[in-house]
Nanobody, 126 residues
Framework: QVQLVESGGGLVQAGDSLRLSCAASGRSFDMYAMGWFRQAPGKEREFVTAITRSGSTASSDAANGRLSISRDNAKNTVYLQMNTLKPEDTAVYYC????????????????????WGQGTQVTVSS
């Protein structure tokens, strides 16, 4: 099990950039595939982007090349870089961790993940 704490959310204007961080505590962070999901008011939680243990990524259409994931295993941290933000990006953003022996698999479904952070709010004003 790993504990996850997101940070970096806030109120920004359309067109701005923001970087979210997700710090993991516990052992063997490099044994976890990681993902970012988001949930807008009144909507279901949706997949944004994921990264494998080996650093390959997978992204949803919603990411649209503007939202990208990266990881720093030395810091036990995964990041979500968000560029050219739009009001429709407004949501609570969650990071998630999946323990896996497979290095090259990205997990895109929420039920595949074992551990979740508490979420961080991102609000984009027009």
């Amino acid at each position: 099990q790993v504990q996850l704490v997101e940070s970096g959310g806030g109120l920004v204007q359309a067109g701005d950039s923001l970087r979210l961080s997700c710090a993991a505590s516990g052992r063997s962070f490099d044994m976890y595939a990681m993902g970012w999901f988001r949930q807008a008011p009144g909507k279901e939680r949706e997949f944004v982007t994921a990264i494998t243990r080996s650093g390959s990524t997978a992204s949803s259409d919603a990411a649209n090349g503007r939202l990208s994931i990266s990881r720093d295993n030395a810091k036990n941290t995964v990041y979500l870089q968000m560029n050219t933000l739009k009001p429709e990006d407004t949501a609570v953003y969650y990071c998630a961790a999946k323990f896996t022996l497979t290095q090259a698999v990205a997990f895109t479904r929420s039920y595949e993940y074992d551990d979740w952070g508490q979420g961080t709010q991102v609000t984009v004003s027009s």
